[in-house]
């Protein structure tokens, strides 16, 4: 509130009277805090876009370079990850025979009815005894650490599904997080993330073009 001062304090007859202005600022403080705190009450904070990325805890049986030539060939299964969101993938160790044949890769993508349900359907039993394990948690029939406990053994069984991952230049980050999700969802143990090998560029570029690649001669160094 601005006072205006009009006191001469005594001056003169004929001198001009001098007016000096005080500022009060104490409404404009308490106007300030109001704002401030209809603001604090009354705004609501945005929240951070994030990704929520699963990865491999010490639990999931991760394999050593050792663990991937020992896997079993009826047991493996081999995951391209190609453009456009688009998943090949083949079954155990394709002979070098076999390159030739544009057959032997499959292709898929990444919806509840392509890649999920292939894994679901080699790995049924794992996900059969985890689904029964969470059905017990939930029940409170055993505690959260006889869950992992349970979970953890399930998933390092030497007889379960083992998934190895080839990201191709043309995936994308977000087809990388699709699948290792996927891998959670499908209760897979076992998986590995690794680069792709020139047989697995030439049952890429054959299958693409129907066996048009393997027709001129060339052949996987």
Do not use: W
């Amino acid at each position: 509130m601005a006072e205006i001062n009009t006191d001469t304090g005594g001056t003169k007859k004929g001198k001009p009277k001098k007016i000096r202005l005080r500022v009060d600022f104490t409404p404009m403080v308490d106007m300030n805090m109001l704002l401030l705190t209809f603001f604090m009450f009354c705004t609501s904070l945005s929240r951070p876009q994030v990704m929520e990325l699963v990865l491999p805890t010490k639990e999931d049986q991760v394999l050593t370079e050792e663990e991937k030539n020992k896997v079993k060939d009826s047991k493996a299964i081999t995951l391209i990850l190609g453009k456009d969101d688009k998943v090949y993938y083949y079954f155990g160790k394709i002979d070098e025979a076999k390159y030739a044949d544009y057959t032997s890769l499959h292709e898929t993508d990444y919806s509840p009815n392509g890649i999920r349900a292939i894994l679901l359907e080699r790995n049924a039993d794992a996900v059969r005894r985890i689904t029964d394990l969470k059905r017990k948690k939930l029940a409170q029939e055993i505690s959260e650490e006889e869950f992992k406990s349970e979970s953890a053994r399930i998933k390092s069984n030497p007889d379960g599904q083992v998934v190895v991952i080839k990201p191709t230049d043309d995936s994308s980050y977000r087809n990388m997080v699709d699948v290792l999700d996927e891998m959670q969802i499908c209760s897979i143990g076992k998986y590995a993330l690794v680069e792709m090998t020139d047989g697995d560029h030439y049952l890429l570029r054959n299958y693409l073009t129907q066996g048009g690649y393997a027709a001129t001669g060339e052949l996987p160094q």
